[in-house]
């Protein structure tokens, strides 16, 4: 399973990004569709997430201001980050679990993106 994020770049203080990460590959079921951030110098942290049944987990620092959404028959996760400020500057990851087709039989899988940059100006 592959995983294609877009989007990103630079942005003022109070603006708006939206992201996408699609999944594709011999895709069963996805269970969990998120993303996770790391600023320079710290850990990487969950930003936000969506289980296959809508419901959705967002990190205090975004409430808010993100909102997590999926399109299903695109495989594909949109956070629609709003009021972004300075410190949400990081490279972004997208990460996918699920269940997928091997040939001869269904088995998990865990993939993450290449990670975006996303650089908020103050």
């Known amino acids: 399973v592959q995983l294609q994020a877009c989007g990103g770049g630079v942005v003022q203080a109070g603006g708006s990004l939206r992201l996408s990460c699609a999944a594709s590959g011999s895709i069963v079921r996805i269970s969990v569709m998120g993303w996770d951030r790391q600023a320079p110098g710290k850990e990487r942290e969950l930003v936000a997430s969506?289980?296959?049944?809508?419901?959705?987990n967002y990190a205090d620092s975004v409430k808010g201001r993100f909102t997590i959404s999926t399109d299903n028959a695109k495989n594909t996760v949109y956070p629609q980050m709003n009021s972004l400020k300075p410190e949400d500057t990081a490279v972004y990851y997208c990460?996918?679990?699920?269940?997928?087709?091997?040939?001869?039989?269904?088995?998990?899988?865990?993939?993450w993106g290449q990670g975006t940059q996303i650089t908020v100006s103050s």
């Open positions: 969506i289980i296959s049944g809508g419901t959705t």
């Open positions: 990460n996918v679990n699920g269940k997928y087709d091997t040939g001869t039989s269904f088995a998990t899988f865990g993939s």
